[in-house]
């Protein structure tokens, strides 16, 4: 334990959020000494995947408000767990056997962050699940039952789609194939000079689709205030469009089994270890007050003080006003018919997607089968998020028994186990830096907190990597690497 | 690593996890095992993540996927994914140092927790070369393969004038081991005595129902409704490449 403090450390990374552990991985083959610390006894900060007793003290740490008074905000606040009185006779299993995302982003094909895991080699040890069906909750109208629509999400679906009719396909299909390559010269003047407008009125005047395909287009942009703009709106349309496919047939969007970017963070954290970095869970490195000409020193609960050249962290408050407000449930049926393979050779899904309509905001859920690992078979988990408000906690529950209800088909005013319920800043999008002593110190802003995973929160990762690298980096070798040693006993056999 | 794409691979994937207290020679035992091989004064364990070695028994081929600590055991930070679908455990003590029994039952209790409920687990006693048992123990030089790089291991518990270091007697970890339903085993990494051995009782106890898949029967919550068809493999659709043998 000593030797920890003796010589100062190249880079003390506190925290193993995503972004530090993939700047953990960044850094797994530059021979730098790395301190990597974390003051959870669980890996992935705020975007942890939890048991049930992890849930708990998560609550009991983040039940807490933000008073007006404050400027300064704690990144997630008002949590809070829930669970029946007779939980466990309904079916509810031990705390072990579920595993709660705190960072359930679906991530598509396309995005650099799995393009970065494949070419770091550190993809193999994560297990890839589908993203399947998207769907539009349609409330009951004119004595029908409420339903879920399913978005049709190629051409080719559209194509054999029997729910729309052939005039509206025509304009759908012109639409699809102006999106595709909306960024090209021929499709920009289209567009250009409305592109802070709303994507509504530009579907409504350039594409004269009806409501119910816009509803459709606006779910799949998955902005959390319901009203994209022109330019962010196709911009999210051609990434989901242009995902489709990309691994195989049926699916645009991938999901990481055992509880999302938690095994990311995780995998890319043994990959730091692997390349000789020390891992420190629950402990907490504060930095100590350093002279002009002095290195930044930290310390550890322990009483060891060590020093860094740089420091990189996260950001634990944040000055946003703005919050989602996100419910996950433990729910007791399977709801088995949101994950139909719907095109030949697809690989099953194990997560769908519905946008509730709802003011002032839409309501999203994303529906987890016991296939992510995150709880036994014949249950599910459904992450709901909309933007916060003084009412959203009860909106989500609300939305909850309305999408279990039109899924069965049957009423069931309480068809949850288990609850956990936070609200998330949205951040501020930037990194901060600064300096203590001699010491560069960044921190990263809080992850994106959307449906889909940002590849712009990539980027602060890249700054960091950059800030620490110095003269060394070379920008050809961000994220890298040879396979390591070791894998080429393939062939010899101990008899 | 796009060499043997598409080869048929007929053995049954086996992951199997490493424990044990720093230095004890947990890396030294897959080097002997993987490449016959033995490094003296071997540095703690960096760059090492993953190693694969098939084992051939008369019915069928092993394949174990060996995945090394990477020092993440150092300061109890291991992570679930590290113990996730392990189907073999390897636990090692230093039959030298009294303390790395005790921090080995801390491994298998943490195994016997956090694992897949009908997981392999052997305890080994490394070091045997160290102590009078061994014939093969060439006296004075000690297996220093201190793993904390100074951690004060090994080194300075190796010269007995007797030439016997052993501080842990074989009755003892063996009743210990039957206790918990462990394989037991003595070796030396140094010699290579035993170490084969230890390989060969995991893979003929590892049983031929959970080989079925190549994962295995999955975490104490894993019970998946597909089996591995839902998998998405991100080097193509049905590529080849994922298959191979990795590292980090």
Same mark, same amino acid.
């Given at each position: 334990?000593?030797?920890?403090?003796?010589?100062?450390?190249?880079?003390?990374?506190?925290g193993?959020?995503?972004?530090?552990?993939?700047?953990?991985?960044?850094?797994?083959?530059?021979?730098?000494?790395?301190?990597?610390?974390?003051?959870?006894? $669980?890996?992935?900060?705020?975007?942890?995947?939890?048991?049930?007793?992890?849930?708990?003290?998560?609550?009991?740490?983040?039940?807490?408000?933000?008073?007006?008074?404050?400027?300064?905000?704690?990144?997630?606040?008002?949590?809070?767990?829930?669970?029946?009185?007779?939980?466990?006779?309904?079916?509810?299993?031990f705390?072990?056997?579920?595993?709660?995302?705190?960072?359930?982003?679906?991530?598509?094909?396309?995005?650099?962050?799995?393009?970065s895991?494949?070419?770091?080699?550190?993809?193999?040890?994560?297990?890839?699940?589908?993203?399947?069906?998207?769907?539009? $909750?349609?409330?009951?109208?004119?004595?029908?039952?409420?339903?879920?629509s399913?978005?049709?999400?190629?051409?080719?679906?559209? @194509?054999?789609?029997?729910?729309?009719?052939?005039?509206?396909?025509?304009?759908?299909?012109?639409?699809?194939?102006?999106?595709?390559?909306?960024?090209?010269?021929?499709?920009?003047?289209?567009?250009?000079?409305?592109a802070?407008?709303?994507?509504t009125?530009?579907?409504?005047?350039?594409?004269?689709?009806?409501?119910?395909?816009?509803?459709?287009?606006?779910?799949?942009?998955?902005?959390?205030?319901?009203?994209?703009?022109?330019?962010?709106?196709?911009?999210?349309?051609?990434?989901?469009?242009?995902?489709?496919?990309?691994?195989?047939?049926?699916?645009?969007?991938?999901?990481?089994?055992?509880?999302?970017?938690?095994?990311?963070?995780?995998?890319?954290?043994?990959?730091?270890?692997?390349?000789?970095?020390?891992?420190?869970?629950?402990?907490?490195?504060?930095?100590?007050?350093?002279?002009?000409?002095?290195?930044?020193?930290?310390?550890?609960?322990?009483?060891?003080?060590?020093?860094?050249?740089?420091?990189?962290?996260?950001?634990?408050t944040?000055?946003?006003?703005?919050?989602?407000?996100?419910?996950?449930?433990?729910?007791?049926?399977?709801?088995?018919?949101?994950?139909?393979?719907?095109?030949?050779?697809?690989?099953?899904?194990?997560?769908?997607?519905?946008a509730?309509?709802?003011?002032?905001?839409?309501?999203?859920?994303?529906?987890?089968?016991?296939?992510?690992?995150?709880?036994?078979?014949?249950q599910?988990?459904?992450?709901?998020?909309?933007?916060?408000?003084a009412?959203s906690?009860?909106?989500?529950?609300?939305?909850?028994?309305?999408?279990?209800?039109?899924?069965?088909?049957?009423?069931?005013?309480?068809?949850?186990?288990?609850?956990?319920? $936070?609200?998330?800043?949205?951040? #501020?999008?930037?990194?901060?830096?600064?300096?203590?002593?001699?010491?560069?110190?960044?921190?990263?802003?809080?992850?994106?907190?959307?449906?889909?995973?940002? #590849?712009?929160?990539?980027?602060?990762?890249?700054?960091?990597?950059?800030?620490?690298?110095?003269?060394?980096?070379?920008?050809?070798?961000?994220?890298? @690497?040879? #396979?390591?040693?070791?894998?080429?006993?393939?062939?010899?056999? $101990?008899? | 690593?796009?060499?043997?794409?598409?080869?048929?691979?007929?053995?049954?994937?086996?992951?199997?996890?490493?424990l044990?207290?720093?230095?004890?020679?947990? %890396?030294?035992?897959?080097?002997?095992?993987?490449?016959?091989?033995?490094?003296?004064?071997?540095?703690?364990?960096?760059?090492?993540?993953?190693?694969?070695?098939?084992?051939?028994?008369?019915t069928?081929?092993?394949?174990?996927?060996?995945?090394?600590?990477?020092?993440?055991?150092?300061?109890?930070?291991?992570?679930?994914?590290?113990?996730?679908?392990?189907?073999?455990?390897?636990?090692?003590?230093?039959?030298?140092?009294?303390?790395?029994?005790?921090?080995?039952?801390?491994?298998?209790?943490e195994?016997?927790?956090?694992?897949?409920?009908?997981?392999?687990?052997?305890?080994?006693?490394n070091?045997?070369?160290?102590?009078?048992?061994?014939?093969?123990?060439?006296?004075?030089?000690?297996?220093?393969?201190?793993?904390?790089?100074?951690?004060?291991?090994?080194?300075?518990?190796?010269?007995?004038?007797?030439?016997?270091?052993?501080?842990?007697?074989?009755?003892?970890?063996?009743?210990?081991?039957?206790?918990? %339903?462990?394989?037991?085993?003595?070796?030396?990494?140094?010699?290579?005595?035993?170490? %084969?051995?230890?390989?060969?009782?995991?893979?003929?106890?590892?049983?031929?129902?959970?080989?079925?898949?190549?994962?295995?029967?999955?975490?104490?919550?894993?019970v998946?409704?597909?089996?591995?068809?839902?998998?998405?493999?991100?080097?193509?659709?049905?590529?080849?490449?994922?298959?191979?043998?990795?590292?980090?």
């Open positions: 334990m000593e030797s920890l403090g003796e010589e100062p450390w190249d880079v003390v990374i506190c193993t959020g995503l972004q530090q552990s993939l700047l953990a991985l960044a850094l797994s083959r530059s021979k730098k000494r790395i301190l990597h610390t974390d003051p959870n006894y $669980y890996y992935g900060q705020y975007e942890a995947a939890l048991t049930l007793q992890e849930a708990e003290s998560f609550a009991a740490k983040h039940a807490g408000g933000s008073s007006e008074a404050e400027k300064k905000r704690s990144v997630v606040r008002n949590a809070a767990v829930w669970k029946p009185d007779d939980a466990e006779a309904q079916g509810l299993k705390p072990r056997a579920y595993s709660l995302a705190l960072a359930p982003q679906i991530i598509h094909t396309k995005s650099k962050l799995l393009s895991l494949v070419s770091s080699r550190a993809y193999r040890q994560v297990e890839f699940l589908a993203v399947g069906s998207f769907f539009v $909750y349609e409330p009951a109208k004119d004595g029908s039952d409420p339903k879920l399913r978005i049709p999400s190629s051409r080719e679906d559209v @194509f054999s789609s029997q729910s729309i009719p052939a005039r509206s396909k025509r304009s759908l299909m012109k639409f699809l194939k102006f999106v595709l390559d909306f960024e090209s010269d021929d499709q920009k003047p289209l567009w250009e000079a409305h802070d407008a709303s994507l009125d530009f579907l409504t005047a350039q594409f004269k689709l009806e409501d119910d395909l816009k509803r459709y287009v606006v779910a799949l942009t998955m902005a959390l205030d319901g009203k994209a703009s022109v330019r962010s709106g196709l911009a999210a349309i051609n990434r989901h469009l242009t995902s489709m496919g990309m691994f195989g047939p049926g699916f645009c969007a991938v999901y990481p089994k055992w509880g999302g970017l938690s095994e990311i963070a995780q995998v890319a954290c043994r990959a730091g270890a692997v390349g000789g970095g020390i891992y420190m869970l629950d402990t907490s490195a504060t930095m100590k007050p350093s002279g002009e000409n002095e290195k930044a020193s930290l310390e550890l609960p322990n009483g060891i003080t060590v020093q860094a050249d740089s420091v990189i962290s996260g950001q634990e944040t000055a946003s006003v703005q919050a989602i407000s996100r419910l996950i449930a433990v729910v007791k049926s399977p709801l088995n018919s949101l994950f139909q393979v719907l095109v030949e050779g697809a690989p099953t899904p194990a997560v769908a997607v519905v509730l309509p709802s003011t002032p905001s839409p309501i999203y859920a994303v529906i987890h089968s016991s296939d992510t690992g995150e709880c036994p078979v014949g599910c988990v459904v992450y709901l998020t909309t933007l916060a408000t009412g906690k009860h909106e989500l529950e609300q939305a909850l028994v309305m999408l279990v209800y039109a899924v069965e088909g049957e009423d069931s005013t309480s068809p949850c186990l288990y609850q956990l319920y $936070y609200e998330q800043a949205l951040g #501020d999008r930037q990194s901060t830096t600064e300096n203590h002593g001699t010491t560069p110190a960044l921190s990263f802003p809080p992850l994106s907190a959307t449906i889909a995973f940002e #590849d712009s929160d990539l980027e602060a990762v890249k700054t960091a990597w950059s800030l620490v690298s110095g003269d060394e980096s070379d920008e050809d070798t961000y994220l890298v @690497f040879e #396979d390591r040693e070791g894998a080429d006993a393939e062939d010899e056999v $101990y008899e | 690593m796009a060499d043997s794409a598409g080869a048929p691979r007929p053995s049954s994937s086996v992951k199997l996890v490493l044990g207290e720093a230095a004890v020679g947990k %890396s030294s035992l897959v080097l002997r095992f993987v490449n016959n091989d033995f490094q003296e004064n071997k540095e703690p364990t960096i760059g090492a993540a993953f190693l694969t070695q098939k084992c051939n028994l008369p069928r081929t092993i394949k174990f996927e060996i995945w090394d600590t990477a020092g993440q055991e150092r300061f109890a930070s291991l992570a679930p994914m590290y113990y996730r679908n392990a189907q073999a455990a390897l636990v090692v003590y230093d039959l030298t140092k009294p303390t790395s029994l005790i921090k080995a039952k801390h491994w298998v209790a195994l016997q927790r956090q694992a897949s409920p009908g997981i392999v687990i052997a305890l080994v006693g070091k045997l070369d160290l102590t009078n048992a061994s014939a093969a123990a060439a006296g004075g030089n000690s297996e220093d393969e201190d793993e904390e790089g100074g951690g004060g291991a090994a080194g300075g518990d190796g010269g007995d004038e007797s030439g016997d270091a052993r501080k842990i007697s074989t009755d003892e970890a063996k009743t210990y081991a039957e206790e918990e %339903s462990l394989l037991f085993f003595e070796t030396s990494a140094k010699t290579g005595h035993n170490v %084969s051995e230890v390989f060969t009782a995991i893979a003929n106890a590892i049983p031929e129902t959970s080989l079925k898949s190549t994962r295995g029967p999955g975490a104490s919550n894993a998946s409704r597909g089996g591995d068809e839902q998998r998405v493999n991100l080097t193509g659709p049905r590529g080849d490449a994922a298959k191979d043998s990795c590292a980090c």
